[in-house]
């Protein structure tokens, strides 16, 4: 098995950098033997891969640029499996998790704007069961709601967290109002993302939401980019300090934090955040929010890692997997300093603008 070496390297660890060390890559795994290691870098600031937990891909190519900005791996929130499960485990590029196409009512402005087709479409809580085992059955890794009001009532939202529960799945709710996220909050959703623009959530219902246990990716790079998009278009819409309080008052209550941007090249969606460098502007976005940069660095990693069941990353530890950055600045100081991208590995193989490195 090839091993390589990284001299002398700070690595972060429990929200600290530590004194230089040796970190040694072995195969696809973070390694502990450095005997007969090739020295590749040295020097630096080395974190895990970078996860963005909300994104929209289209291709390879998608999987490559993410890459090229560090972000190793992705959680796609609503494709066809047919394409997506040709994606999974590429090397040289950002590992896929998915949730297939997502759950939406007919009578909703997501459904009308998106042109959905009758796989996403759940028209009544007695559906709810089928579609859910449908998306098992094609490889979904978690499922995805999209509550978007008019649309579902309570009773099939309830009805589809219930039957993605049965199965041992994860719900994912879209929503990006106020109603929407009180309704995900009775269904017993597992993770919520975006957060309200039309106002802020309130101290009491952040604290329900997180004693429940439930997590929020709140795509702010999403959501400052559809304000941003209407005013340059001169229509009246929403603003985005809305978003902002919500996750000040999130954090606040001790929620945990993802980091997701929604990025995507749909022309007929509200804006399209775009692969791998929206993911950096995300994680400026939580720290001017309230977050530290230590926490907005561990909502790309390890808390991420931790909520979407993705034991093998997030971390840098010998035997998991070498998901790696290497920067030349400290992001503890300055969450700007993830873009100071030395090198990237992806399960052990250094790649360069998303391809591997000969």
């Not at 998306?135 to 009805?159: N, S």
């Not at 005013?231 to 008052?249: F, I, N, W």
């Not at 995300?282 to 034991?311: K, M, R, Y």
């Amino acid at each position: 098995m090839t091993s390589s070496v990284l001299r002398g390297v700070r690595v972060y660890r429990n929200g600290r950098f530590g004194d230089p060390e040796d970190v040694v890559i072995e195969g696809s795994v973070i390694g502990t033997d450095a005997s007969g290691a090739r020295d590749v870098e040295s020097g630096g600031y080395l974190i895990p891969g970078l996860i963005d937990c909300h994104v929209h891909v289209i291709g390879r190519e998608t999987l490559a640029t993410f890459a090229s900005f560090g972000v190793t791996t992705v959680l796609d929130m609503g494709n066809p499996m047919s394409l997506l499960n040709p994606l999974r485990g590429l090397p040289g590029v950002a590992d896929l998790r998915a949730a297939g196409v997502v759950s939406t009512s007919p009578t909703s402005v997501h459904a009308q704007r998106m042109h959905a087709g009758p796989e996403v479409l759940v028209v009544a809580a007695a559906e709810a069961d089928a579609w859910v085992s449908a998306r098992v059955e094609e490889g979904a890794d978690y499922i995805k709601v999209v509550i978007d009001l008019p649309g579902f009532d309570q009773e099939t939202v309830d009805a589809l967290v219930a039957a993605a529960h049965a199965r041992g799945k994860k719900v994912v709710a879209h929503a990006s109002r106020f109603d929407a996220v009180t309704m995900a909050q009775r269904a017993g959703v597992d993770i919520l993302t975006q957060v309200p623009l039309d106002r802020p959530l309130e101290s009491s219902q952040a604290a329900e939401l997180a004693a429940a246990g439930a997590v929020v990716v709140p795509t702010l790079t999403m959501m400052k980019g559809i304000v941003e998009g209407l005013k340059a278009a001169g229509a009246p819409g929403p603003v985005y300090e809305p978003a902002r309080a919500s996750v000040a008052v999130l954090h606040d209550a001790g929620m945990p934090i993802l980091a997701g941007t929604d990025a995507n090249a749909v022309p007929f969606g509200p804006s399209s955040p775009p692969f791998g460098e929206s993911l950096h502007q995300e994680l400026g976005l939580l720290v001017e929010a309230g977050l530290s940069p230590v926490e907005a660095l561990d909502a790309a990693t390890s808390v991420a890692a931790d909520h979407f069941g993705l034991d093998d990353r997030g971390r840098i530890a010998a035997g998991l997997r070498a998901d790696l950055v290497l920067l030349d600045a400290d992001p503890t100081a300055d969450i700007a300093a993830t873009r100071s991208m030395r090198g990237v590995w992806i399960a052990g193989q250094r790649i360069q603008k998303g391809r591997l490195d000969q």
